[in-house]
């Protein structure tokens, strides 16, 4: 029978590759180290079971400690060769090079095994029991017949183990000189060559089969890569199909419109593409009928376009065009288009054709009209700005400068341009001097988005400096690069002097061009630093006008400001040149003196005072006399803060006024005057807490009628008493004046107006009852008092003309203008007013004809004596009989007994008060 050669066959097989042929076989000897190593475990539990069947039965005829010693010898390997399986199994080695040192490791390991097994049998002794004897020898048989399967898959490591273990069964009967088992020995030896031939044909068949795996393996690993390369070749033809469609839809329908025009007259379209319906025009249409091409394009354009494709004997003679033309479009109108031409020459070198395309530019067209309009806008805009701008390029030399920077530096542009910034633009820090060199420079080399702004120095073409504002931006392109810069610069020398200017108003009054209260506040707290650090002594001065506000209220604010003006320069000369002046407001100026001592303060006060008191304003043939009251604190080590030390000198001014007006008071913490005002000032918080918590009450005092009284009606005056958180009365004679003090008298008389309005449309509608109600100077200047009377008067229903408000003299006069107008305002609602304490002041009746009131209330300071002094009782009858000769009815305070009640109406006194009439009574016990 006819059988192929092997080698040929395989060689076949392999495509008569070699490369590919030692690539199977290498895949095969991996495949059977990789079993090798897997059967590994069950070779090394095999001979553990072999272990323990010899040591059994040698045991009792050979050395224990030979056994022992030859026992772990075995473990020791076994543990090796398991420790090497587990290494192989977590390397997972995939080479060749690398499977082949893995079998040599394993092969060793195999012949330590057999040498340990074949080195056992020459321990045997030749007087050992037979039965003894074939134990080892059929355990030794099993092992070279059992290794088969695992060892033989690599030849080589077979035979490293069996050989050892094949020559100790032949050899030890001989070595021993055991005759009786020579037979057994031959035997041993013929069995093992009949072993080694059938481990080589199980070795052989291994190969085969594995062989034969690898060529399959790589057999669909070559079918599974040409089909995935027949499915890449697939998809790259379905790509460049697509690709190939969309160039196509691109050519036919995209944005450049393909033509081809015969070379004659018009030039006849022969072709055109159908994406010229783009324009509005039909491609079959055009095609078919042949029509000229250059009848669609603007008649200007078609000349230009006629007589750049014609040489100069007429004929077509180009290389080729391209213009920018107007097509015209079926329903009017033009489109901007880029056309390219190039001709087609015939066999005789003539134009037959002409091929080209248009593009659509339309849209660019009107983004370079756009930028052009911007850019004469913005031509505009750089020569109508305030700014100056010169704008260079990236070398630093001058491209631009508008009016402004022409008229700042001195430079014309015809004579800037092109020249280097630094001749042009010189600069130096505005701070230290120092010449700058080019801006532009060091703007383009920034990496802080190029843009720098800050104050500098110009030094112009003519020699003068200008104080600017410079910033200096870097031009750059989208990508970054530089490409020039700009400097814009502004003429700061208007804004340097407005500042300057508001500097000043910030710390000067514009009344009377003296430094204001803040600037005063912030050298006095420097000289609190002085007196604490340095141990210096300063002085400061609070002075108040004394009938200044009798200017104001008699000849206007103008003549008042006039009046401070006048003064404010007076008082200036009067000081020394390290002190400091200030107006804080209103009427009231502070001074300070620096390095001063209390003895010194106080003369300066005096001399200052003496000044003010000696001057004579005239105003319209007027002539008016001010005083002034001073108040001196000495700034020491001690002192506190700019807060205490202005409370301290207005407490000390005050206690001049207080004191009889036009005089010095020094503060001293022993004064019981000013310890009176702080203790008023302790009272401000209780007041205000009082008012939010409704802790006033009313009290009433009986008004009685005498004979010669108009009427009989009901006279009661409403009194308020404070109580404290105990419930216990505070007498007013305690808070009135910390609350007039510090403003906190208006929120009094507004509670006394609501309460006693609302118990009067309860307690006292349809009676006829007058009411009088106290009111303080500083209610008189307040206009949205009227508004809140005549609205709670709406709210209660209460007749005005049975409510009548009380004023006190010096009130009154103080506030002049502003308490006529009030009360008039409410005469008109209705409501009467009572001038109370009439008598106290040294112009009473000089100015009793300008208020509209209709009571007068005789001081009772001149009814108390009365009866002793002659003086105080003509008093009473001189101020009753002007008052009655007036039409007013007068009530005499401070009628304490029936004595002075008589003598009273014996004077035709009107009405009378006192305890002598009625003590004050809580006005919710009033009964009619």
């Given at each position: 029978?006819w059988?192929?050669d092997?080698?040929?066959?395989r ?6 590759d ?9 895949q ?7 079993l090798l190593?897997e059967?590994?475990p069950?070779?090394?539990l ?7 069947v ?12 030979w ?6 010898a075995h ?11 587990r290494?192989?199994?977590?390397a ?10 893995w079998?040599r490791v ?5 012949l330590?095994s057999?040498?340990l ?11 050992w ?5 074939v134990l080892?020898?059929t355990?030794g048989?099993?092992l070279?017949v059992?290794s088969?399967?695992t ?10 183990f069996m050989l ?7 050899l030890?009967p001989?070595?021993?000189g055991?005759?009786?088992f ?10 093992g ?8 044909d199980?070795n ?9 795996q690898?060529?399959?393996e ?6 599974l ?6 499915l890449r ?8 199909e697509r ?5 196509r839809?691109l050519?036919?329908e ?9 070379a ?13 319906l783009?324009?509005g025009?039909n491609f079959?249409t ?13 008649q ?5 376009l ?7 004997a007429g ?9 920018e ?10 489109r901007?288009?880029?056309c390219y031409?190039?001709?087609v ?11 080209g ?5 339309s849209?660019l067209k009107a983004?370079?009209?756009a930028?052009?309009r ?11 700005i ?11 030399r001058i491209?631009?400068?508008?009016p ?15 020249k ?13 001097g120092?010449r ?17 702004t ?5 030094h112009?073409?003519?020699g003068r400096?200008v ?9 750059r ?9 700009t ?8 804004a ?12 000067h009054?514009?009344l ?15 000289a609190?630093?002085?007196a604490?650090?340095?141990l210096?002594?300063?002085?400061v001065l609070?002075?108040d006008?004394?009938q ?8 206007g604010?103008?003549a ?7 003064l ?5 000369k ?6 400091t002046?200030?107006?804080l407001?209103?009427?009231?100026f502070?001074?300070l003196?620096q390095g ?9 006060a005096?001399?200052?005072r003496?000044?003010?008191?000696q ?8 002539t ?6 001073v108040?001196?604190?000495a700034?020491?080590?001690?002192s506190?803060?700019v807060?205490?030390?202005?409370s301290?000198a ?9 004191r009889?007006?036009?005089?010095v ?8 005057e ?28 009986e008004i009685?009628p005498l004979?010669?009284?108009p009427d009989?009606d ?8 404070l109580?404290?958180?105990h419930?216990?009365q505070v007498?007013?004679?305690v ?15 507004r509670?006394?107006v609501?309460?006693?309005?609302e ?5 006292a509608?349809?009676?006829?009852l ?13 206009h949205?008092?009227?508004?809140f ?9 209460v007749?005005p003309?049975m ?7 010096n009130?009154?006069?103080?506030n002049?203008g ?5 009360m008039q305002?409410?005469?008109q609602l209705g409501?009467?007013?009572a ?6 002041g040294l112009?009473?009746f000089?100015y009793?004809?300008?208020l509209?009131?209709d009571?007068?209330?005789i001081d ?5 004596g ?11 009858s001189?101020?009753?009989?002007v008052?009655?000769a007036?039409?007013l009815?007068t009530i005499a305070e ?5 004595a ?17 009439v ?11």
């Amino acid at each position: 029978m006819w059988q192929a050669d092997p080698a040929a066959a395989r060689q076949g097989r392999n495509g008569g590759d070699p490369s590919r042929s030692v690539r199977i076989a290498r895949q095969a000897f991996v495949g059977r180290v990789a079993l090798l190593y897997e059967q590994g475990p069950s070779t090394i539990l095999a001979s553990f079971i072999a272990l323990l069947v010899v040591a059994v039965a040698v045991n009792g005829h050979l050395p224990r400690r030979w056994l022992a010693i030859w026992g772990l010898a075995h473990v020791v390997t076994a543990s090796l060769r398991w420790l090497l399986v587990r290494a192989y199994w977590h390397a997972r080695p995939q080479g060749f090079e690398a499977n082949r040192f893995w079998m040599r490791v394993y092969a060793v390991g195999a012949l330590a095994s057999g040498l340990l097994w074949g080195g056992a049998l020459f321990f045997l002794g030749a007087d050992w029991p037979a039965e003894v004897i074939v134990l080892v020898y059929t355990v030794g048989t099993g092992l070279l017949v059992g290794s088969v399967p695992t060892n033989a898959l690599v030849y080589p490591v077979y035979l490293a183990f069996m050989l050892p273990i094949l020559a100790g069964l032949a050899l030890w009967p001989l070595v021993a000189g055991a005759v009786r088992f020579v037979p057994v020995g031959m035997l041993m030896l013929a069995l093992g060559g009949v072993i080694l031939l059938l481990a080589r044909d199980y070795n052989r068949a291994m190969r085969r089969m594995f062989r034969l795996q690898a060529e399959n393996e790589v057999l669909v690993g070559e079918l599974l890569e040409h089909n995935r390369e027949r499915l890449r070749h697939l998809r790259r033809l379905q790509r460049a199909e697509r690709e190939l469609q969309r160039e196509r839809q691109l050519f036919l329908e995209g944005p450049v419109v393909v033509f081809r025009c015969r070379a004659s007259e018009g030039w006849p379209i022969e072709y055109i593409s159908p994406n010229v319906l783009q324009f509005g025009m039909n491609f079959e249409t055009l095609a078919f009928e042949k029509a000229p091409f250059l009848r669609l394009v603007h008649q200007e354009d078609a000349r230009r376009l006629e007589a750049a494709s014609r040489g100069g004997a007429g004929h077509y003679d180009f290389a080729h065009l391209d213009a920018e033309i107007r097509l015209k479009l079926p329903g009017g109108g033009t489109r901007w288009v880029y056309c390219y031409i190039v001709p087609v020459f015939d066999a005789q070198g003539r134009v037959e054709h002409f091929d080209g395309y248009l593009l659509d530019i339309s849209k660019l067209k009107a983004a370079q009209l756009a930028l052009q309009r911007e850019k004469e806008r913005a031509q505009v805009t750089l020569q109508s700005i305030g700014d100056a701008v010169i704008t260079t390029n990236v070398h630093g030399r001058i491209e631009i400068m508008n009016p402004m920077a022409e008229r700042l530096t001195g430079w014309r542009l015809a004579d800037a341009q092109g020249k280097a910034l630094s001749l042009v633009y010189q600069v130096s820090d505005e701070e230290t001097g120092v010449r700058v060199a080019s801006p532009v420079a060091k703007c383009l080399r920034s990496d802080r988005g190029g843009i720098d702004t800050r104050m500098m120095l110009l030094h112009r073409r003519d020699g003068r400096d200008v104080p600017i504002r410079q910033t200096v931006a870097a031009i750059r392109s989208a990508t970054g690069e530089p490409l020039g810069a700009t400097i814009v610069f502004h003429d700061m020398s208007e804004a340097r002097a407005l500042a300057q200017q508001l500097a000043y108003h910030a710390t000067h009054d514009p009344l009377t061009d003296l430094i204001n209260r803040r600037e005063f506040e912030r050298r006095l707290k420097h000289a609190l630093r002085s007196a604490k650090e340095e141990l210096k002594q300063h002085v400061v001065l609070y002075m108040d006008l004394d009938q200044f506000k009798v200017v104001n209220d008699t000849c206007g604010h103008v003549a008042g400001d006039e009046l401070l003006k006048q003064l404010a320069t007076m008082l200036r000369k009067q000081l020394r040149g390290s002190d400091t002046i200030a107006r804080l407001g209103g009427d009231e100026f502070g001074v300070l003196l620096q390095g001063c001592s209390l003895q010194e303060g106080r003369a300066i006060a005096d001399t200052l005072r003496h000044t003010v008191s000696q001057f004579r304003f005239v105003w319209e043939e007027k002539t008016f006399e001010v005083g002034a009251s001073v108040g001196v604190v000495a700034i020491t080590p001690d002192s506190m803060d700019v807060v205490s030390v202005l409370s301290q000198a207005d407490m000390a001014c005050y206690a001049a006024k207080d004191r009889g007006r036009n005089r010095v008071h020094i503060y001293e913490e022993s004064d019981e005057e000013l310890a009176r005002r702080r203790g008023e000032m302790r009272w401000v918080s209780q007041i205000s807490r009082a008012l939010k918590e409704d802790r006033f009450a009313l009290y009433y005092q009986e008004i009685r009628p005498l004979r010669h009284a108009p009427d009989e009606d009901r006279h009661i005056e409403v009194l308020i008493r404070l109580l404290d958180e105990h419930g216990e009365q505070v007498s007013p004679g305690v808070i009135l004046p910390a609350a007039e003090r510090y403003n906190l008298v208006g929120g009094i008389d507004r509670w006394v107006v609501e309460h006693v309005l609302e118990w009067y449309a309860h307690n006292a509608t349809g009676h006829r009852l007058h009411v009088a109600i106290n009111l303080s100077g500083a209610t008189l200047g307040d206009h949205t008092f009227l508004e809140f009377v005549q609205e709670r008067m709406r709210v209660w229903r209460v007749p005005p003309w049975m409510i009548c408000f009380e004023i006190t003299e010096n009130a009154a006069i103080a506030n002049l203008g502003e308490a006529t107008e009030f009360m008039q305002r409410l005469k008109q609602l209705g409501c009467q007013f009572a001038l109370d304490d009439f008598g106290s002041g040294l112009s009473s009746f000089a100015y009793l004809k300008s208020l509209p009131v209709d009571y007068l209330k005789i001081d009772g300071r001149f009814v108390r004596g009365m009866l002793d002094d002659p003086v105080d009782c003509t008093m009473v009858s001189a101020i009753n009989e002007v008052g009655q000769a007036m039409g007013l009815r007068t009530i005499a305070e401070y009628a304490e007994n029936e004595a002075i009640i008589r003598e009273l109406d014996r004077l035709a006194v009107d009405y009378v008060q006192g305890y002598g009439v009625a003590p004050p009574r809580p006005l919710r016990l009033f009964s009619f």
